[in-house]
């Protein structure tokens, strides 16, 4: 079993930063790939970044490119998303979650465990 809580939401004028962080309790999160999504009023849950097990290796929408970074700290078991440049576009509530499967790490179907979600608001 895997908990996940974030936390590092609030309210950010256009071109600001954000750093959300994820942070788990359980002895087996560090063999987990963790993943980023994000889900706007009247709009799908979609897949922002995620990271592997080992942070070796990690993938991010074309949307967030070049101005989202993921990183991890097994020993903290956190998970952060810094988040620059921030756009009115990017206003949604931000989940991570947490997948023990290898595979796409943008597919939100292999992540079995999920946190509360933390409220990111852009202002224009």
């Known amino acids: 079993q895997v908990q996940l809580v974030e936390s590092g939401g609030g309210l950010v004028q256009a071109g600001g930063s954000l750093s959300l962080s994820c942070a788990a309790s359980g002895d087996t999160f560090n063999n987990y790939n963790v993943g980023w999504f994000r889900q706007a009023p009247g709009k799908a849950r979609d897949f922002v970044a995620a990271?592997?097990?080992?942070?070796?290796?990690?993938a991010y929408a074309d949307s967030v490119k070049g101005r989202f970074t993921i990183s991890r700290h097994n020993a903290k078991l956190t998970v952060y998303l810094q988040m620059n440049s921030l756009k009115p576009e990017d206003t949604a509530v931000y989940y991570c979650a947490a997948s023990p499967f290898a595979g796409s790490m943008s597919y939100a179907d292999l992540y079995g465990y999920w946190g509360q979600g933390t409220q990111v608001t852009v202002s224009s």
């Open positions: 990271i592997n097990w080992s942070g070796g290796t990690t």
